[in-house]
Each structure stands twice: as C-alpha cells, then as structure tokens.
C-alpha cells in the first residue's frame, strides 16, 4: 500500500459540475498539502494543512475548497471551474510543518482534472 | 524572492552515458534547504534527497550524485551510467529554513530526462 493514495487518477468535470478529490495518507503524519501542477509551470502549492487546521491558503480561488476531516484525510471540493484550473493536482504530507528537518514531502500520483 | 531555475527543459540521452541536471536558486535567507524530486510517468513525485545550506558536503547514493556549490547558488545532480529507468521530469525545490515555513517548497520548471536503450 502506497504512502499517499490520491483519488480518483482522473477526472473530467463540466464548469458547471461539482466534485471532489480525495487523498488519504498512511504515514502517520500530521501535515497535509495540495500542490497544483499546470503544463509548462512549476508546481504550486494550494493549501497546507497542520493537526487538521489550514495553516495556508496561498491566494486560491474559493471556487477550490479544502476539507481536512482528520489527520489522514485531506479533500479538495471543486465547483464552477473553468478551463485554465485543468491540471494534475497532488496531494502531499509530512510529519509536521516544521521545516523538514528530519522528513520531507511525501507526494500521492496525484489527480488529473480537466475541465471541459 | 525566492526562485529555483532549472534551465534544461528537455536532455535527451543514450543509455549508459553520463547526464548532469542544473539547478539554480535565489534566496535571501541564510537557512534553507534545498530539494531534488523524481516524477516517473506514474505522476508521483518521488524524494531523492534534501540538503541544507549548512552543509556543502556532495553527496553520492549509488548512480547518483549531488553537487552544491554555495558560492554559485547551484544544486547540480549528475546520474551516472544512465538506464532507461531513469526517464522521468526531475525537478529542483527550495524551502525556507525558519519557523514560519508551513511546507511551501518553491519548485523548478523540471527537466524531463529521456535516456534511450
């Protein structure tokens, strides 16, 4: 079993849809992420995650709306997107937000979103 | 501002032969650490190795190797004797040291390494 499961692999999602992402971790770790990648643009990080509290919005839109129910279960609700947000979307984890003095990110295989 | 240039987008290379990726950094801060992560075709980005910026030591793990020049802001990584296994996008990432960091790694554009049989 995978550190970092991401579901589903894929998905394709009318502007007008409502979805959600799902990343489930089985590292015993306390922080979570959501990175965006886009084609042709570093990754972006979208929100972080600490003990089940946002500890980061880095300027997302509110179309995109996380959810970290627990320490192993981070989701991403998605809602009116528009074509520019295709993208694979990777959800990572760690043991803490401290800076990675002794672990570093732990990324799942991440979700392929188009948006149609 | 922090930034991470990886100025070879693509590198294509024959099986077995030698093949160093660039990284460049640019930041204020006199304690980071600097990242190197592997993204097979799978999508997974998959942790090679971190290294602080107190410590200049290169590092060598098997076929890999690491060079960080602090004089030059570079994070140079060199994989010997290539193999088909090795294709992926490798990309280059840059994370503040300080207590206020919540896990924002500042990532490179990537190279995507193509070793051919």
């Known amino acids: 079993e995978t550190g970092v499961t991401q579901t589903p692999r894929h998905l394709v999602m009318g502007m007008t849809n409502k979805k959600s992402l799902k990343c489930e971790q089985h590292?015993?770790?306390?922080?979570m992420y959501w990175y965006k990648q886009s084609a042709k643009k570093p990754l972006e990080l979208m929100f972080v995650?600490?003990?089940?509290?946002?500890?980061e919005n880095n300027s997302v839109p509110s179309r995109f709306s996380p959810e970290c129910p627990n320490s192993s279960h981070l989701f991403l609700h998605l809602h009116t997107l528009q074509p520019e947000d295709s993208a694979l979307y990777l959800c990572?984890?760690?043991?803490?937000?401290?800076?990675?003095?002794?672990?570093?990110?732990?990324f799942g295989n991440g979700t392929r979103l188009t948006v149609t | 501002a922090q930034k991470v240039t990886q100025a070879q987008t693509e590198i294509s290379v024959v099986e077995k032969e030698d093949v160093t990726l660039d990284c460049v950094y640019e930041?204020?801060?006199?304690?980071?650490?600097l990242f190197w992560y592997k993204q097979p075709p799978s999508g997974e980005l998959v942790f090679l190795i971190r290294?602080?910026?107190?410590?200049?030591q290169n590092e060598i793990s098997g076929r890999y190797s690491w060079n960080f020049q602090k004089s030059t802001s570079s994070f140079n990584f060199t994989i010997t004797a290539s193999q088909v296994v090795d294709s992926a996008v490798y990309f280059c990432?840059?994370?503040?040291?300080?207590?206020?960091?919540?896990?924002?790694?500042?990532f490179g554009q990537g190279t995507t390494l193509q070793v051919k049989p």
């Open positions: 990572a984890s760690s043991p803490s937000t401290e800076p990675f003095r002794d672990s570093p990110l732990h």
């Open positions: 590292l015993g770790h306390n922080a």
């Open positions: 995650y600490s003990l089940e509290e946002r500890v």
């Open positions: 930041t204020r801060d006199t304690t980071y650490y």
């Open positions: 290294r602080n910026s107190f410590d200049e």
């Open positions: 990432a840059l994370s503040e040291g300080g207590s206020s960091n919540t896990g924002k790694l500042i």
